[in-house]
């Protein structure tokens, strides 16, 4: 089996995938618009995509299924602050004094999602 896509159920497809699209650095779509039901974040292969999909249901509880994201440019405080920036929102802090932990995000429509230590924060100790 291939892992094609990350389906994510939402209010406004074109929106998350614009704020995704922010996030990864990974393009919306070229054959996707705002008006569309369907927008995909194209992520570079072999990786899956992120394919948003409008829903009438609103957002109620917890996701059951999220991703956790380990930053490849910048320390995991840097990339808390960038995302912060990009319209995330802080939902619960994990950081410990002494350096280990994460930070639970939400997106713009309230899906949660975790930053961790970067490679070179962990290999530092």
């Given amino acids: 089996m291939i892992f094609r896509h990350l389906t ?3 209010a406004n497809p074109y929106e998350l995938a614009t704020f995704w699209s922010e996030v990864t650095g990974w393009p919306v779509s070229a054959s996707d618009s705002p008006a569309d039901d369907e927008v995909l974040i194209e992520a570079p292969s072999p990786l899956p995509g992120f394919l948003f ?43 410990s004094p002494e350096g280990p932990g994460w930070v639970t995000l939400t997106d713009v429509e309230g899906n949660e999602f975790c930053i961790e230590r970067s490679q070179a924060e962990r290999d530092a100790g």
Avoid at 54 to 78: A, C, F, G, S, Y
């Fill in 53 to 95: 999909i409008r829903v009438p249901e609103p957002k109620t509880v917890k996701n059951r299924l999220h991703v956790d994201w380990v930053p490849t440019q910048r320390t995991r405080d840097e990339e808390v602050e960038r995302l912060l920036a990009l319209g995330a929102r802080l939902h619960e802090d994990h950081r």
């Fill in 8 to 10: 994510i159920d939402c």
